[in-house]
């Protein structure tokens, strides 16, 4: 079993609509949770972060740790075109050795 | 503007070649990363260093050697034992400490194909 697991998608969603991504865990010693942005040929980039349980809001994401069933979530409001990327949930216990989900590739269609 | 700068882009090597993979940083970040992205199997890391002169292994090193004599420099070497090197290859800084695990910058990656 993969430490994280995240399903790889695609996802492609009408532009406005909501997104929900999720991610699963095994380890119960992660405390920090973080979301990357992936768009094609680049590298990742750093969307949101979260430590240990509760939600976070920054304009039209939202990421949600609920650290008893082991799961994250990052929720898009109004989703754009030029939120279609690939993201990826991230999570560690300590600074040395993060672990990356899969990615899933997001498609917003206009 | 600081950043990471990753080269070339692209990459290509015959079978039986070592490659260097250059990443070069102006943030002024102690540690330094190399992932590898394949296809639905996320990052994976390769090496990492915390400081000068000292590098750990991450979780699938074999196959490749990496140097950290300067701050801003940390190239991965792909060897011939490398059986499966075809991937994209990505670079990562970072403070040290807490603050460095919310400040991870990448670079933009080189892909690299076996020929």
């Known amino acids: 079993q993969k430490e994280v697991e995240q399903d790889p998608g695609p996802l492609s969603v009408p532009e406005g609509a909501i997104v929900s991504l999720n991610c699963t865990y095994s380890?119960?010693?992660?405390?920090?949770f973080m979301w990357y942005r992936q768009y094609s040929r680049k590298g990742p980039e750093l969307l949101m972060y979260?430590?240990?349980?509760g939600n976070k809001e920054d304009g039209r994401f939202t990421a949600q740790v609920d650290k008893s069933s082991k799961y994250i979530s990052l929720f898009i409001r109004d989703s754009q075109p030029s939120d279609s990327a690939t993201y990826l949930c991230?999570?560690?216990?300590?600074?040395?050795?993060?672990?990356f989900g899969s990615g899933t590739r997001l498609s917003i269609r206009p | 503007d600081g950043g990471i700068t990753q080269s070339p882009k692209y990459l290509f090597r015959k079978e039986g070649q070592n490659v260097t993979l250059s990443c070069e940083q102006n943030?002024?970040?102690?540690?330094m990363y190399w992932y590898r992205q394949d296809p639905g199997q996320g990052l994976r890391l390769i090496y990492y260093?915390?400081?000068?002169?000292?590098?750990q292994k991450g979780d699938i090193a074999e196959g490749y050697s990496v140097s950290r004599e300067k701050k801003e420099s940390f190239p991965l070497t792909v060897t011939s034992a490398q059986k499966n090197p075809t991937a994209f290859y990505l670079c990562?800084?970072?403070?040290?400490?807490?603050?460095?695990?919310?400040?991870?910058?990448f670079g933009s990656g080189t892909r690299l194909t076996v020929v």
């Open positions: 979260t430590y240990s349980s």
């Open positions: 380890n119960s010693a992660f405390q920090y």
């Open positions: 260093s915390q400081i000068v002169n000292d590098f």
């Open positions: 990562a800084s970072s403070p040290t400490g807490d603050k460095g695990i919310y400040g991870y910058t």
């Open positions: 991230a999570m560690s216990s300590s600074a040395s050795k993060i672990i």
């Open positions: 943030l002024n970040h102690d540690a």
